[in-house]
Structures are given as structure tokens and as C-alpha cells.
């Protein structure tokens, strides 16, 4: 007989046997993995400790934050001028556009990079002049791509490209009509580009930039093999002289993942906040007020 | 030279492709006289009326608007296109309302009818904002300037479009199905503010389906079917004795 009214009583979720099972392993795994990872003495935490914070691993970790931004913040920059051409309509433009957007995003970073290293084998010199006279200086092109200046290079052109599509995918997510109110209402191309496109085109653009940071944040790591001394170039100059690989690619890529969960926060408050279904009520927006105005139409 | 308001178009053609919309279109519209476009979709009506304001270019034909040729200047020879300030310029004199409102949903109420004369004639902020309040009130949105469009119904959104087609003092104002996107009980109200607009002498060209609209409020009737204007007159004339058989079919279906 049952003591509680029918109406009231729970509803059980029915536990598969695969629940359990999951349940099972996945502890299992987890304390074997944790038991394996702190009693192995190979993994060396002490020495993990020791280099966290040494200087050189620091000024790695500081050169590694300073190609990220100044690579994104160029590259993104490129990357509206490359969105712009290739919506233009004057075709030879778009095309140029396209061609640059093809060949950085075909063919690997770590090649890309590697090439603008040894430019100076194509252009040895690099003249800066006014064409057709013998106004200008040159500059012995191996000098100026030093290992930086190549990744610094070598980065920008690549998130250039990338960023390029991400921004042409939020210019064409502006409706059709938009463009029609603003050129209707005889607006310049320019002012229709920053007060209407823009504007609108942000909520899509900003989180996937933000995707890209996280991205270009680890793909600094491909710039070591040009001797540049950023995180892991740091982490292997000293691991190349005591043999300690293993803590210190560890010491390396803790950092990586501090930094990658550092960013990931306002990364996901800003898509939070730019995600479609927001974004229809501005943050700024009135409360909507249920009693009519008067003047009302009726 | 500001004032005019008259449109002419004489044998106008327009194709998208292989297909011709308009093939053949005379229209002739005179300063303050309000005119309705009626026909089946496809019918060309809504191509019309964007060339009219510039987001479609004509293949041939003539098209005056404001008394001058409208997106070209005329040589001995050819059209040419005007630069594209010249034909800002232009269309500044003639406002569009959308069938689905197109306001710009980053800006509010407010901002939206500032927009044209702020961001395209360069006028003072100040006084911009208080013409668009007038505006607003003239709409029957006083107070509502701080809603963004999305706060906003449609019929609503709808009034806001044409108060910011009016901010920019246009000679004339073209209506491409202004209620077609709204529920039944808004359209009365964009009726209403469109029925002010009339009484007040501005030149209106409306396509629209609502036959009570045209039979209240317009001066002249345009049926225009497969590219053609078939008939064209005094509305109530049209609507109650029309004299082309396509036309008598189009109306007994819609009446």
C-alpha cells in the first residue's frame, strides 16, 4: 500500500549498467594516472618548481605574451583591410584578396615562418626608395629579418589571413536590407562600413578573435625553431644544458595551459555577452515600460 | 532647384539575368500626387520602385526623378553613371520604407531617425536630436526615442522607418509593401501615420495589397503585371470599374 499520494511521488532516472561501469573507470583511471604522475621520480617536480619561475623561463614567458598581442593586433588589422578588398566589387581586388587568403592559410605556419627567415635568399636587398630614381637606401635584408622581426612577420601575415575570413564572415552575416536602409538614406560607403556593418558585424567577430588569441597564444611556440628565445625556446635552452627534458617542457607547458585558462574567461564572458540571442537587447537598452506613451497611435 | 518631387519614367528595362522584369514601363507622376502599385508578385512593382531610389540601376529607358535624370547624366551618346556623391546626393531627395522596416538595430529609436542627417548630411547633433523627437511625436512615438528596434512591435519599427526617411526632408517618399510584414491589428497604424503623410502634399508612391488603403487615400492606381503597367487611372475608377480583363481577374481575386 502506498503511503504518499501518486500525484507527489518522484520519478526515478533509470541508471544504465554502461553508467556504473563509466563511473567505475573513469575513477580508476584518474587515480591510477595521479598516482603514476606523482610517484614516477622521472617527472622531477622538483625541478618543475625550481624553473617555474626562473627568469629566463619568465623573459620566455613575456616575449611569448608579446608576439601573441602584437601579431594579433596587427594581423587583425591587416585582416579588415583583406576583408574589405575581398567584398569589394571591383574584381581584380577581390581576387588579390582571395589569392592572399588561399596561400596563408594553405600551406603550415612553421613553413611560412621558416621562409620569411631566409627571404634574404630571393631579395638580399631591400631598397626603399621612390621607384625610377636613385632616391633611397638599402637595407641588407638578412639584417633586418632578424629571428623576431621573421616571426613577427611570419605570425601577423599568417592571422592576417585567418582573421580576414573570420571578419568577412561577420560582414556577411549584416543583413541585405541593412545595406539597402543605408545606401537609401544616401550614405557613403565609409559610414555605412563603420556605423551600420561594423557595429553589427561585432558579435560574431569578437568571439571567434578570441578563439584565435587562444590559438596564436600556443602557436608561438612554432617561432622557437627560428631561435627565437619566447617559452618553449627558453624551456629547451635550458633542458639543452641539464638533460632535465621532461620537468622543463612540463614548466612550459603549464604556463601554456595558465595563460590558455586565463584567457579563456573573458573569452567566454565575451561570447556570453556578443552570443546572438543577447545581443538582439543592447546591454544599454531601456526597460521596456508595458503602459503606452501618450500619442499612441490607435 | 530643392523642390520638385515629380518622377518620370519612359520606357524603362530591367533584367536579372536572362530574366526581364521590366519591359516596358511609362510612369508619370506629378508633384504631391499619391500613387498605389498593385499586382501579383513578380509583377515588377517592387524593381520599380528600387530603381526609383537608386538600389537597382535600369538597363534603358529614361527615369527622371526630382525633374533630373536620376543615377546618370545624359551625353550626346550615353548615360553615364554618376559619382557616387552625386548620386548620395540624390537619393537623400527621395525616402524608402521597407517591407521589413530595415532599421538599424545598434542604434535606438532615436538615433536611428538621427542617423541620416547626423551621419550623412553632417547636421548638429543637438539640433538633429530634437527634429527627431518631433518626428517621433509626428509618428505617434513620443517617449519611445530610448527603445532599441527589438523593444519595439512592428508596426511600431514600421513608423520609426518612415520618421527616419522624413528626417532627411525627401521630395519623395516610396512605401515597397510598408504593412505586408505586420500583424493585422498594426497595420492600421501605419496606415494612419502614411494617410498624414498624404494630406500633407508630399509625393508618395506605395506598393501595396491593401486595395482600402488605395481606394481611401490614392490619387492614382497602377496595375502592373509580368513587366508591364496594364492599366493605369484615377484609383477608385480602377478598382471599382477597371477596363484591362487582367486587371478585372487580379482585383476579383484579391477583393
Redesign the interface.
Known sequence: MSSIEAALKPRIRLRTPGEYAGWVLSILAGIGILVSVLTNPNFKWGVVAQYFTHESILRGLMLTIFLTLASMALGTLLGLGLAIMRSSHVKPISIAANIYITLFRGTPVLVQLIFWFNISALYPNLTIGIPFTNIGTAIDTNALMAPITAALVGLTLNEAAYMAEIIRGGFSSV?K??I??????????G?RMR??II??AMPSIIPATGNQVIGMFKGTSLVSVLGVAELLQSAQLIYARTYETIPLLLVASLWYLVMTLLLSYPQSKLEQKYSRATS???RK??K?VLTE?????? | MSKDGTILAQKIRKSFGPKTVLKDINLDIASGEICCIIGPSGSGKSTILRCINGLETVDSGVLKVNGEDFGYYETAHAYHAHSPKKLAEQRTRVGMVFQSFNLFPNMTALENVMSGPVLVKGADKKQAAKRAQELLASVGLAGFGDYYPAQLSGGQQQRVAIARSLAMDPEIMLFDEPTSALDPEKVGEVLAVMKDLAKKGMTMVVVTHEMGFAREVADSLIFMDDGYVVERGDAREVLSNPQEPRTQAFLQQVL
Open positions: 543583413g536590407g541593412q539597402e536602409a543605408a545606401d537609401s538614406l544616401g550614405m557613403s560607403a559610414t556605423k551600420v557595429p553589427q538582439r537587447l543592447p537598452a531601456k521596456v506613451p501618450e500619442g499612441t497611435l490607435r
